[in-house]
């Protein structure tokens, strides 16, 4: 896994609300047409606000797990974007090994990309996703289309 983090995914309560609080802010929305989602370039690294509640869901945790559904109540994710749907497997496979617990395994994602979840030892949740329309430069920096 390179040592780069792409996205980070605030689980907020009103996404309208909580858009319009970044935009007054001066924060310029990057890829308008994603619905339901809310994304903010940042320097090299991208800002996303989710539904708190399509967070959980997406993540695929059972709300009767105790310590995974602590995990999404926190209301954040960290993503790792990969290269390429192989990259995303190795990773995974990767994070297993190294102790992370495997909360959803990579699969093909509605929007067209590829991703899966995974905590790490401390219990923080992360992504590991190939999205083909957020390209990485050579340095593996996100840059999100307008």
């Given at each position: 896994m ?25 924060w ?5 047409q ?48 990969g ?34 979840y ?6 923080h ?22």
């Open positions: 390179e040592q780069r983090v792409t996205l980070i995914t605030l689980g907020v309560r009103d996404l309208d609300r909580s858009t319009a609080f970044f935009e007054r802010l001066g310029k929305r990057s890829v308008r994603a619905h339901g989602i809310s994304f903010f370039q940042c320097g090299s690294i991208a800002l996303g606000l989710f539904p708190h509640d399509e967070l959980v869901r997406d993540c695929g945790l059972d709300a009767g797990v105790e310590e995974m559904a602590a995990t999404a109540r926190r209301g954040i994710s960290i993503a790792h974007n290269r390429s749907r192989e990259d995303v497997d190795r990773i995974m496979a990767e994070a297993e090994a190294a102790g992370a617990t495997i909360v959803k395994t990579p699969r093909n994602l509605d929007w067209g990309g590829y991703g899966g995974f905590t790490d030892i401390d219990g949740l992360w992504e590991v996703a190939w999205n083909p329309g957020f390209p990485l430069d050579n340095e593996g920096a996100v840059s999100l289309p307008d």
